[in-house]
């Protein structure tokens, strides 16, 4: 059987940078929103989400900053940079390619 977290791990950073493109959000939020478009088939360990954060931001994809505290706990937040947006459609373009590969692999019943 398929092992649906082993397909998320290689498209961490590209799904965190999708969330990113529309508005800067925090880690739970990104987390909550993956879960909820995936219908509860993806969701992110903590410590992975948090590494990828590390990995992106030292990368220049995203940056952080600190949110006020009106809502209760102060939140990291994240935001997408131009390099970010960049490294993303290419990701998508790469993805596109391969997803049209295994398509036509696995249609071709070899």
């Excluded at 992110?44 to 220049?60: D, I, N, P, V």
Aim: aromatic share 12%.
């Amino acid at each position: 059987m398929l092992n649906s977290s082993d397909l998320l791990r290689g498209l961490t950073d590209t799904l965190i940078l999708g969330c990113l493109v529309s508005s800067d959000s925090y880690g739970y939020e990104i987390n909550k929103k993956v879960t909820a478009t995936s219908d509860g088939a993806f969701s992110f360990k903590e410590a992975t989400l948090y590494t990828s954060f590390r990995r992106l931001e030292e990368s220049g994809y995203i940056t952080s900053y600190w949110g006020g505290e009106e809502t209760g706990a102060r939140r990291r937040y994240y935001k997408i940079t131009p390099g970010g947006i960049k490294f993303f459609q290419e990701n998508k373009i790469e993805w596109n390619k391969i997803k049209n590969l295994v398509d036509t692999l696995l249609d071709s019943k070899i």
